[in-house]
Nanobody
């Protein structure tokens, strides 16, 4: 069984920074994708950043240049550094892990951490 434990959310003023962490434990194969998604009230969950096990990253335009995702493969931990935060970044942020077993993707989610940005 895989568990994802997030930390680092909170309240910050616009223009500020926060760093989220997510530690994965359990049966994790080395080739995987880790990432962060967010969901604001009344909106669909959206991808914020993803990183493959070889370090390839992807961001939507809304956060590109402000957010940076990184990972420590030895610790199965992924980080999200969020800079120049805006009120529209307010959401619950979820850690995500996708591992491929026998050619099939298995997806795991963290419990979510609240990020609130005041104007």
């Amino acid at each position: 069984q895989v568990q994802l434990v997030e930390s680092g959310g909170g309240l910050v003023q616009a223009g500020g920074s926060l760093r989220l962490s997510c530690a994965a434990s359990g049966s994790i194969v080395s080739v995987n994708v880790m990432g962060w998604y967010r969901q604001a009230p009344g909106k669909q969950r959206e991808m914020v950043a993803i990183i493959t096990s070889d370090g390839t990253t992807n961001y939507p335009d809304s956060v590109k240049g402000r957010f940076n995702i990184s990972r420590d493969n030895a610790r199965n931990t992924v980080y999200l550094q969020m800079n120049s935060l805006k009120p529209e970044d307010t959401a619950v942020y979820y850690c995500n892990l996708v591992v491929w077993i026998a050619g099939r993707p298995n997806t795991y989610w963290g419990q979510g951490t609240q990020v609130s940005v005041s104007s």
